[in-house]
Antibody, heavy 119, light 107 residues
Framework: QVQLVQSGAEVKKPGASVKVSCKAS????????ISWVRQAPGQGLEWMGW????????NYAQKLQGRVTMTTDTSTSTAYMELRSLRSDDTAVYYC????????????WGQGTLVTVSS | DIQMTQSPSSLSASVGDRVTITCQAS??????LNWYQQKPGKAPKLLIY???NLETGVPSRFSGSGSGTDFTFTISSLQPEDIATYYC?????????FGGGTKVEIK
């Protein structure tokens, strides 16, 4: 069965960086892409971007351009999301999720990774 | 960016009631709309894709309709396990945007 297993919770100081991993199994990794979606405490869902696991092409949300980098390692079927220059309003649960293209339905989700930014 | 307006933001209904949630897009998105269910502390789950197609394994009491700018999500007979927040999401254009969510509670 399709599974996306994310790395554990992180606590970071403002200005630091965080890198969240997402290990995929149960499907051909390079046939799909990975979207990243975050959810601030008590808030709704915010799409951050998408990366093709086939060729590494990316689409990022404009508000995060320059601070976010999404990568994949096809040898381990793992996707990564790095967010830099962290601010308190980056505190959120970060989800990876499978989508065949950047504009396709997101059909499977990871369990989420809580990133807390606090001094 | 396409804006998604979802209403109501919350509702309370009795077990067995018919529940309806609406989502309006700021421009024509054809049928490129999904509906997700999110239970507390859990990741969202895809229920409906392409506005009206039921994802495999999802109970038939859930349904979706609409096209263009106006969409509706319906639970035909609310069950206790349906307590969750429901989100619409457009995927016609980037950035993908979600509606603000509808929290469904049991009366």
């Amino acid at each position: 069965q399709v599974q996306l297993v994310q790395s554990g919770a992180e606590v970071k100081k403002p200005g630091a960086s965080v890198k969240v991993s997402c290990k995929a199994s149960g499907y051909t990794f390079t046939s799909y892409g990975i979207s990243w979606v975050r959810q601030a405490p008590g808030q709704g869902l915010e799409w951050m971007g998408w990366i093709s696991a086939y060729n590494g092409n990316t689409n990022y949300a404009q508000k995060l351009q320059g601070r976010v980098t999404m990568t994949t390692d096809t040898s381990t079927s793992t996707a990564y999301m790095e967010l830099r220059s962290l601010r308190s309003d980056d505190t959120a649960v970060y989800y990876c999720a499978r989508a065949i293209t950047s504009t396709a339905p997101i059909d499977y989700w990871g369990q989420g990774t809580l990133v807390t930014v606090s001094s | 960016d396409i804006q998604m307006t979802q209403s109501p933001s919350s509702l309370s209904a009795s077990v067995g009631d018919r529940v309806t949630i609406t989502c309006q897009a700021s421009q024509d998105i054809s049928n490129y709309l999904n509906w997700y269910q999110q239970k507390p502390g859990k990741a969202p789950k895809l229920l409906i894709y392409d506005a009206s197609n039921l994802e495999t394994g999802v109970p038939s009491r859930f349904s979706g309709s609409g096209s263009g700018t106006d969409f509706t999500f319906t639970i035909s007979s609310l069950q206790p396990e349906d307590i969750a927040t429901y989100y619409c999401q457009q995927y016609d254009n980037l950035p993908l945007l979600f509606g603000g969510g509808t929290k469904v509670e049991i009366k």
